[in-house]
């Protein structure tokens, strides 16, 4: 079984300041790793993810996530938001070679909510 | 249109009424999931379906429903609404080449009086 932390429900800021919103998941088994976002009253929609190969993830939005696989961690950050990134967001993790009776369930954090002010 | 879709997006019913809600998609996905998401909780998994006919629960089963005689469709009933059921639900699918990664619906309110 898997689960996921997600240690901020609110992280408020600035316009063009840094922000890292933080995610750490425990797990018996190697994992895939997600973010999705939530606009207002809108459907969730994949941000990046984490499968294999180099431990920094990059969005087409300017957002990156490092996998950190000893700290069990995958945070993401910006390091200048705007006003159109408030949201909020959340990570996932998914065992990819579920066995038995299993099968492919997200597991999510219960979400940060990212507010940028003027 | 293609892609994932919910109705009714706003739903208001009463206590003990049955409900049903719909999800459609047009990618041909075999997996199909409902989440419903509360605050403070996340998204919790509902039901979930490997294939048309094929389904099993998920974290949080009690007092829902689900079918799945077409691949493209995956109601979710619940059978005697409760205030407690009072949330957003979210439907979502991913297919077979890429499983793990899943396309959510946009939603829908339901509203338990």
């Known amino acids: 079984a898997q689960s996921v932390t997600q240690l901020d429900s609110q992280v408020p800021v600035f316009e063009e300041a840094p922000v890292e919103l933080r995610c750490n998941y425990s797990s018996s088994v190697s994992v895939y790793l997600f973010w999705y976002v939530q606009y207002p009253n809108q459907g969730l929609q994949l941000l990046l993810k984490?499968?294999?190969?180099?431990?920094l993830v990059e969005s087409i939005n300017g957002f990156e996530a490092e996998f950190n696989k000893s700290q069990t961690s995958f945070h993401l950050r910006k390091p200048s938001v705007h006003i159109s990134d408030t949201a909020e967001y959340f990570c996932?993790?998914?065992?990819?070679?579920?066995?038995?009776?299993?099968?492919?369930?997200?597991?999510f954090g219960k979400g940060t909510l990212l507010t940028v002010n003027p | 249109d293609a892609g994932i879709t919910q109705s009714p997006r706003y739903k208001i019913t009463e206590t003990g009424r049955q409900v049903t809600l719909m999800c459609h998609q047009t990618w041909s996905h075999s997996y199909m999931f409902w989440y419903r998401q509360d605050l403070g909780h996340g998204l919790r998994l509902i039901y979930y379906s490997a294939a048309a006919d094929i389904t099993d629960k998920g974290e949080v089963p009690d007092g829902y429903v689900v079918s799945r005689s077409k691949t493209e469709n995956f109601p979710l009933t619940l059978e005697s609404a409760t205030r407690s059921q009072t949330s957003v639900y979210f439907c979502?699918?991913?297919?077979?080449?890429?499983?793990?990664?899943?396309?959510f619906g946009p939603g829908t309110r339901l509203t338990v009086t």
């Open positions: 979502a699918s991913s297919g077979d080449r890429v499983p793990y990664e899943q396309y």
């Open positions: 996932a993790v998914i065992n990819p070679f579920p066995s038995g009776g299993s099968n492919y369930k997200l597991t």
């Open positions: 984490y499968l294999s190969g180099s431990t």
